[in-house]
T-cell receptor, first 118, second 110 residues
Framework: DVKVTQSSRYLVKRTGEKVFLECVQD?????MFWYRQDPGLGLRLIYF???????EKGDIPEGYSVSREKKERFSLILESASTNQTSMYLC?????????????????FGPGTRLLVL | SQKIEQNSEALNIQEGKTATLTCNYT??????LQWYRQDPGRGPVFLLL?????KEKRKERLKVTFDTTLKQSLFHITASQPADSATYLC?????????FGSGTRLQVQP
């Protein structure tokens, strides 16, 4: 069964802290994604990765960085957390990128991490 | 930029009725549209995909249509049940990644 796991379901951090959100998938998928979800704004893409050590900016990368040292793991880093980064963070994976696979690849999501920055 | 819009107002219907959710997109037609279901506090789960050259796709009680003239996809749940209550997200394929709508919350009353 397909599985994407995220390191924490809930996280509370202070302004200025460095925050690491971890995501692991066990499906040998090439592609991994980080989104944030806010009421009324839907899912917004922060970063994605098509391969190990490869990363590409999404729509809202400012204030974030990512790391993909191993195929199964994709980390999102908040270099200096701010209150406007309070949100639900969702990780997803897919076998191949939508464009290259003709959009056939569905995305499998983790349960999400609800981050509160005080 | 490619936008995708869903009705932000919640849809309330009676059990047994057909729920119809709307997804509108701008600019060029995407090659594919996907629909996901999201329950509170959980990640979205894929439901259906429809291609540009398909007018309709069905899966059990679910039906999706794709109208490139209207730039619209409709998502139907027939014989709705309270267990169908959730937020439904539409997503379009783009050059690099999927673009999601903000979702429509469906509430099915018993």
């Amino acid at each position: 069964d397909v599985k994407v796991t995220q390191s924490s379901r809930y996280l509370v951090k202070r302004t200025g802290e460095k925050v690491f959100l971890e995501c692991v998938q066990d499906m040998d998928h090439e592609n991994m994604f980080w989104y944030r979800q806010d009421p009324g704004l839907g899912l917004r893409l922060i970063y994605f990765s098509y391969d190990v050590k490869m990363k590409e900016k999404g729509d809202i990368p400012e204030g974030y960085s990512v790391s993909r040292e191993k195929k199964e793991r994709f980390s999102l880093i908040l270099e200096s957390a701010s209150t406007n980064q309070t949100s639900m963070y969702l990780c997803a994976s897919s076998l191949s990128p939508p464009g290259l696979a003709g959009g056939q690849e569905t995305q499998y999501f983790g349960p999400g991490t609800r981050l509160l920055v005080l | 930029s490619q936008k995708i819009e869903q009705n932000s107002e919640a849809l309330n219907i009676q059990e047994g009725k057909t729920a119809t959710l709307t997804c509108n997109y701008t600019n060029y037609s995407p090659a594919y549209l996907q629909w996901y279901r999201q329950d509170p506090g959980r990640g979205p789960v894929f439901l259906l995909l429809i291609r540009e050259n398909e007018k309709e796709k069905r899966k059990e009680r679910l039906k999706v249509t794709f109208d490139t003239t209207l730039k619209q996809s409709l998502f139907h749940i027939t014989a709705s049940q309270p267990a169908d209550s959730a937020t439904y997200l539409c997503a379009r394929t783009g050059r690099r990644a999927l673009t999601f709508g903000s979702g429509t919350r469906l509430q099915v009353q018993p």
